[in-house]
């Protein structure tokens, strides 16, 4: 029997999961289809409620713009409720238009500037039709050559334009600002790092916190101090959860290190910061290139509260004890004891008192839910990283 705190922590728990992780996706060489993608932003939701109707722990769907663009966003957020789900964060696109090419928010051409702004008050318009209280911005600007530009010009170029972009913010909207070690640039990422991130925020205001992506590290990295930093000074503002063996990956989280999963779990629930009213997000960003997408969405939802589980089960008071007596060993072994317990049991009496399957994955697998949508979703175009 599992401890009622730590159930009804576990019970309390909110997943975010992205549109777009239901789109086909690909590597820089090739896109694969699948059969059942959806068609547009409508069946994209439909397909995330599958998500939360087995996990009971995904209740919001992340938008992505212009990928998520429709005619009518109350009639989307009508439909997300009626599949059971809300529409969450609103993820901005500064990658994919001709004018980005030399950057955007970073552009030495005050034009292309103007229209990144612009995009990013459209967003918010968005968020406005839908409820959402989150923009995230992830910024893809940056340098291939030594020269290229001005490094410190740009961090000029880019504190006005996101000072424009928050300027527009209602007084419950926020921003949430990514950040990514290399890629699409590879001399010099114009937000390469939390300290970056974290010194535009602190300039923007109460309304700008960061987000932590965990695939967007150098190798070696101790991300775990990372979230500790940033929930010690109330600057968190936001999980993308994926995982990594090399760079961005966007591979199923803890797919890769679930120890390194655990230990950053364990700095959230050290902060007491796993309640729904912390003000942290916790979202997926993950591309299912490979792997179906659906079930990728319920692995990943699972690896998460697994690693929760054992964060939660973590003795406190002996770790303290530990601690107190300089006893390196005895404090490691109370963290591994948390760690090398199968929390599957307990994961399964939390789904039993919740009215959810045991194993939210081989209930998909027999749903029949993969193959009706093969069969009904026959014509139109598939959403993919452009649609």
């Not at 090419?101 to 008050?121: C, E, F």
Request: glycine content about 8%; charged content about 25%; proline content about 6%.
């Amino acid at each position: 029997m599992a401890p009622p705190s730590v159930l009804a922590a576990l019970s309390e728990q909110s997943i975010e999961l992205p549109s777009w992780a239901f789109g086909n996706s690909g590597t820089r060489f090739k896109v694969f289809p699948q059969p059942g993608v959806p068609r547009n932003p409508f069946e994209k939701v439909s397909d995330a409620a599958q998500v939360h109707r087995l996990t009971g722990v995904a209740p919001r769907v992340s938008l992505h713009i212009p990928w998520d663009m429709v005619d009518d966003f109350g009639k989307l957020a009508a439909h997300a409720a009626d599949e059971g789900v809300s529409l969450g964060a609103v993820n901005s696109n500064l990658f994919q238009d001709e004018d980005y090419k030399l950057g955007s928010l970073t552009n030495r051409d005050p034009d292309v500037r103007r229209k990144a702004v612009a995009h990013h008050l459209r967003c918010i318009d968005v968020m406005r039709a839908t409820g959402s209280k989150d923009l995230k911005i992830w910024l893809p600007d940056g340098l291939n050559y030594p020269g290229q530009d001005d490094i410190r010009d740009r961090q000029e170029r880019l504190a006005e334009s996101l000072q424009q972009v928050y300027a527009g913010l209602d007084p419950d909207q926020r921003i949430i600002l990514e950040y990514k070690f290399f890629e699409p640039a590879f001399y010099a990422t114009d937000i390469p790092d939390w300290g970056t991130s974290l010194l535009h925020c602190l300039a923007l205001g109460d309304q700008a916190t960061v987000v932590l992506d965990t695939g967007h590290h150098a190798p070696g990295t101790n991300i775990e101090f990372i979230v500790a930093q940033l929930l010690r000074i109330g600057k968190l503002g936001a999980f993308d959860f994926n995982s990594r063996f090399y760079a961005d990956d966007d591979l199923i989280v803890g797919a890769a290190d679930p120890f390194q999963l655990f230990r950053i779990m364990f700095e959230i629930v050290r902060a007491d910061a796993l309640r729904p009213d912390s003000g942290v997000n916790f979202m997926l960003d993950q591309c299912h290139n490979i792997e179906p997408k659906i079930p990728g969405q319920i692995r990943s939802v699972m690896n998460i509260q697994e690693a929760t589980a054992k964060a939660l089960l973590v003795d406190r008071d002996a770790l303290s004890a530990a601690q107190q007596a300089g006893d390196v060993l005895g404090a490691n072994a109370v963290l591994m004891d948390a760690y090398n317990t199968d929390v599957r049991p307990l994961l399964a009496e939390l789904r039993a008192g919740m009215g959810l399957p045991d194993d939210p994955y081989a209930a998909y697998a027999a749903s029949g839910y993969a193959e009706k949508i093969a069969a009904e979703r026959v014509g139109g175009a598939q959403a993919g990283w452009d649609a």
